[in-house]
């Protein structure tokens, strides 16, 4: 009886220390032919990336910061992505990046997309 709550006790300790939020936080690693760009504009199928119109097709992929899986359909997201093309030129994979994540860009040597001047004239 005793062995039985202690193997209990212990797949107990072993779940919990599983379920810890360190494991959900491990670093993500990026295809290297990946490249790091400016999403600015959504409209399904298109997408607008450093300003150049690019189309995903069916079976392309967006990842939110907490690396799950959103519709391409609903994604209303406009900030810095890695993004990987397809053979095609297609738009194939998109990364929704964390802080944490454009600084460890940076650090690698990759240039964070500035944003770009808009002139207005009245």
Do not use: C
């Not at 609903?74 to 802080?99: C, E, F, K, S």
Request: hydrophobic fraction near 45%.
């Amino acid at each position: 009886m005793k062995k039985i709550r202690l193997i209990q006790l212990f797949l107990v300790i072993v779940l919990f220390t599983l379920s810890s939020p360190v494991f959900s936080q491990l670093q993500r690693n990026f295809p290297p032919d990946s490249k790091l760009g400016k999403l600015t504009a959504v409209s399904f199928p298109q997408f607008t990336i450093d300003g150049q119109q690019i189309i995903m097709p069916a079976g392309g992929q967006i990842r939110g910061v907490d690396n799950l899986i959103i519709l391409p359909s609903v994604a209303n997201y406009i900030g810095i992505v890695r993004y990987q093309l397809d053979i095609m030129g297609n738009l194939h994979r998109v990364w929704i990046l964390t802080p944490d994540e454009v600084k460890a860009a940076e650090r690698e040597g990759l240039q964070i997309p500035a944003p770009k001047k808009r002139f207005f004239f009245f």
